[in-house]
């Protein structure tokens, strides 16, 4: 399904705002000295002129453009292959930054040789105000200044060092499944979601073992149990969701249903036919159509497990097939 631009629907509280095909952004962005500017993609010229800085930025092919802004950011990078990690969060929060780098560093290592290799010569990554413990942007991802904050933490039970691992693992994941693998996110959110929680599995069974990705997998079932296991389905749009049967169902239901078969479809998906050329010193991919039937073999196999386990109508996934 596609909106057109100007008719788009109130954004639900939960889940993402928008999707979109992927394109080329090239954007300048004009702002005061002081702010740190920290956008998707590459800055290609900054000047500074009257108090005010210019930045030109480019990223893609990408499916959006994410800009964050702040007078109190500081970084701290890392280098994985081609690819700098930048973290960003006010000073304070520098600790946490650290740790974002860190296993920023491990997720884009481990996903770089498990899937095709991320495709940017940039990843960003800021600490926000986000009511989601983390979001996914092309080439950037902001996760929620509770996970730096040791005053002030998601939970007081838990150390921040954990939801910083599991939510930097998820969202870098992100960077394949939602950017290179495109999916509606606000029809089908699970698809996207769901494979990234497999991803994460990955994460830590490459990390840390088998023992440390199953007790990562409970964290889905922990979830699911949320709604008393209620067989919601799981292919519904974000709006079909109420209160919380998007966590438990998107993130708990859908991903416990690559656990029950994962042998049937990480062949496919871990297996690419083509590699996305390297991106250039621009940010930007040489070869604007990356992967074409790594995405279609894919996607196909997804909705294959989808509809064995009858998560989505025959009609359903025969039209959506059928438009690859
Ligand atoms: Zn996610």
């Known amino acids: 399904m596609t909106t057109k631009a100007g008719t788009l629907p109130p954004a639900s509280e939960q889940g993402d705002a928008t999707y979109s095909d992927a394109a080329f952004y090239h954007v300048t962005v004009t702002a005061d000295d ?24 480019a990223i893609g092919p990408a499916r959006d453009f994410y800009l964050a802004i702040s007078p109190r950011y500081e970084v701290v990078s890392r280098t994985v292959g081609e690819t700098t990690i930048n973290s960003y969060a006010p000073a304070e929060f520098m600790a946490g930054a650290e740790d974002a780098a860190a296993f920023a560093t491990d997720a884009l290592r481990l996903f770089n040789e498990r899937f095709e290799p991320y495709p940017y010569t940039e ?50 994941a992100h960077q394949w499944f939602y950017n290179m693998v495109g999916n509606d996110q606000l029809d089908e959110p ?53 209160g919380a049967e998007y966590s438990a169902i998107i993130y708990g239901r859908g991903s416990c249903s690559w656990k029950r078969s994962p042998g049937r479809w990480s062949k496919p998906l871990l297996t690419p036919s083509s590699r996305i050329t390297s991106a250039n010193t621009n940010g930007a991919s040489s070869a604007p159509k990356p992967s074409a039937n790594w995405r279609k073999r894919t996607v196909s196999a997804i909705w294959k497990i989808c509809l064995k386990n009858g998560y989505i109508s025959d009609q359903i996934a025969i039209l959506d097939i059928a438009n690859l």
């Open 123 to 172: 990843l960003d990554i800021v600490a926000t105000s986000t009511l989601a413990l983390g979001i996914e942007y092309p080439g950037i991802i902001a996760i929620t200044l509770h996970e730096y904050d040791p005053d002030d933490p998601v939970n007081p039970n838990v150390p921040n060092q954990i939801y910083m691992e599991t939510t930097t693992a998820h969202e870098v």
């Open 34 to 57: 002081e702010q740190v500017v920290v956008g998707s993609g590459v800055a290609l010229s900054e000047t500074s002129a009257d108090g005010q800085q210019t930045i030109e930025l």
């Open 190 to 242: 699970w698809l996207d979601e769901a494979v990234t929680q497999y991803a994460t599995y990955l994460y830590y069974l490459d990390m840390y073992g088998e023992q440390a990705a199953n007790e990562y997998k409970g964290s889905w079932n922990g979830r699911f149990s949320r709604v008393d296991n209620e067989p919601i389905p799981i292919g519904l749009p974000v709006s079909a969701y109420q």
